[in-house]
Structure formats: structure tokens, C-alpha cells
């Protein structure tokens, strides 16, 4: 069984998979950078119950990939920039 994600067309595997979502909150914090949400932002731009959704959370910010800011928004914590390195052949 799947749950399904109609505004965003993802379907994630029920029960959810925890490795799962901490990659896809990953994904989208890499891609926008300059990101903050709530948790009940976070979890309605997820589709995630309230358990769920923080317990992701609360393991990115263990790792120190994410913390909350002075308004209780979650963000990407300061120096976990993501950088791509592009190596031309012959160069």
C-alpha cells in the first residue's frame, strides 16, 4: 500500500520508509536553499502526520543538516552547503 501525494504527484511506500522521507526533506532543502518552514507547513508540503514529520526532522537536525531559526522555522543549519564540482576531461 502506498500513500499518494496529489499536489506534488510522489507516492510513498506505507508504512513509511523513514530513510525515504529524510532523503526527499534532504532533497528539497538542498534545492531551495534559503527554505524555512513550520512543522505543520512542513507537514502538509510532505503529506506526513504530525509523528512522522517530526521525527524526520528532529534526525536532520541531529545530524546537523537542518535547525530551527529565531522564529521556530526549520532551515538549513549554517555551513552544510552542497556544492557540485565539475571536472572536464582533459582539462
Known amino acids: 500500500m502506498n500513500a499518494y501525494c ?8 506505507y508504512p513509511f520508509d523513514h530513510l525515504q522521507i529524510r532523503r526527499r526533506v534532504r532533497a528539497e532543502f538542498a534545492e531551495m536553499p534559503g527554505m524555512r518552514v513550520t512543522l505543520e507547513q512542513a507537514m502538509r508540503l510532505w503529506s506526513l502526520n504530525r509523528e512522522t514529520c517530526e521525527s524526520a526532522i ?3 537536525m541531529a ?22 564540482r565539475c571536472v572536464r576531461q582533459g582539462a
Not at 496529489?6 to 511506500?13: D, L, R, Y
Not at 535547525?67 to 522555522?73: C, I, V, Y
Open 6 to 13: 496529489p499536489s506534488c504527484s510522489v507516492s510513498i511506500p
Open 63 to 84: 545530524s546537523h543538516f537542518l535547525e530551527r531559526d529565531a522564529h521556530g522555522r526549520y532551515k538549513r543549519a549554517h555551513g552544510r552547503v552542497l556544492t557540485v
Open 58 to 60: 528532529g534526525e536532520l
